[in-house]
């Protein structure tokens, strides 16, 4: 017997209701005001003249300008080549004297340095999350399946990074980082699962973690759970499994040691888009897994992922 796909609208009620902002209007990134006059323009060295704004609420008064990533001054070839390299899995050394040797070529002198690739990392990784706020799956997966994988930091201490995957179109719908193995790590990763789809699952697949079982029965009451254990039936969650080893292979690898939570999660989540929005597989005849969940967007490189992501950001303003 077939079973009728559920949607939000259809259980008449919202995962998050501090969801993505619907407001196309400019406001004060500080304060949320709507209240700002133009403040004049930075000349910035890499970047070129900028329009400054000044917040009017009198609790905050602050400047803000037009830029999406705040504090950064480099042209968007520089992000290109430092997300590329990052997600390849390339040493951060190695990214900044390809930077430098790239600058070099075009005629200019830049200075750059391995903390500022980091936060570089981190603020794209920020911002690119706003894409999918704003477009959701047009094409739904009757399947879910979640899982984990540890991950090594410093002073001998670990990491957890727990997946969700929809199968039929093989889109990694969300990646947590946390401390600790335990429930609200699977109920931080369906969370977000379920605000990027916009729908729920009929199954939810997972091995035998009593946590990823906890989890399911909290966030998708409505779905079925097919849970077992890995030595009995190891095939129950083969696909996520694959896109586990396929996110080894690239900038979190075991061998790595994220110096930070933050900068693994960052990571994790460049993983994540570049496998939805950039990368083809076979299994879905030469498609992303953005274009078979129906998403139609033309991104072939990170910058038409930044600059779509910054276009979507000055709207929110």
């Given at each position: 017997?077939?079973?009728e ?23 004060c990134?500080?304060?949320g ?18 329009q ?7 609790k905050?008064?602050?400047k ?26 390339m ?15 075009k005629?200019?002198e ?25 477009y ?5 997966s ?9 991950q ?7 990491a ?8 039929d ?31 729920y699952?009929v ?23 097919n ?6 039936d190891?095939s129950?969650v083969n696909?996520?499994?694959r896109?586990?080893?396929t996110?080894r ?5 075991k061998?790595?040691?994220?110096t ?18 950039l990368?083809?597989?076979?299994s879905?005849?030469?498609?992303t897994?953005?274009e078979?969940?129906?998403i139609?967007l033309?991104?072939?490189?990170w910058k038409d ?13």
């Open positions: 017997m077939k079973v796909q559920k949607r939000w609208e259809d259980y008449k009620c919202m995962p998050n209701k501090n969801g993505p902002s619907k407001s196309r209007k400019r406001c990134p500080h304060c005001s709507d209240q700002f006059v133009k403040n004049g323009e930075r000349k910035r060295k890499y970047l070129g003249s900028v400054v704004y000044l917040c009017q609420n009198k905050c008064h602050r803000f300008s037009d830029a999406p990533i705040l504090h950064l001054h480099y042209p968007l070839w520089v992000l290109d080549i430092i997300l590329s390299l990052f997600v390849e899995g040493r951060m050394e190695a990214i900044v004297e390809d930077v430098k040797r790239t600058a070099k070529m005629g200019m830049m200075s750059i340095s391995i903390p500022t690739v980091i936060n570089i990392v981190k603020s794209c990784s920020n911002l690119l999350l706003i894409i999918e706020e704003n959701h799956h047009e094409l739904i009757n399947i879910w399946q979640i899982d984990d994988c540890f090594p930091r410093p002073h001998r201490l670990w957890y990074i727990t997946n969700v995957l929809a199968v179109q093989r889109y990694w719908l969300a990646s947590d980082v946390s401390v600790n193995r335990d429930t609200q790590a699977s109920i931080n990763a369906l969370q977000q699962a379920v605000l990027r789809a916009a729908y699952p199954v939810v697949q997972c091995d035998g973690l009593h946590s990823h079982a906890a989890a399911i029965k909290k966030i998708l009451p409505h779905a079925r759970l849970q077992k254990s890995k030595p009995s190891i129950i696909y996520i499994e896109l586990n080893r996110m292979r690239g900038q979190i690898a061998g790595k040691c994220f930070t939570v933050e900068l693994l999660q960052a990571a994790a989540e460049l993983a994540r888009l570049q496998y939805n929005f990368s083809h597989h076979k879905l005849k030469g498609k897994p953005a078979a969940a129906g139609k033309n991104i072939r490189s992922l930044i600059l779509l992501a910054t276009r979507l950001s000055k709207k929110r303003r």
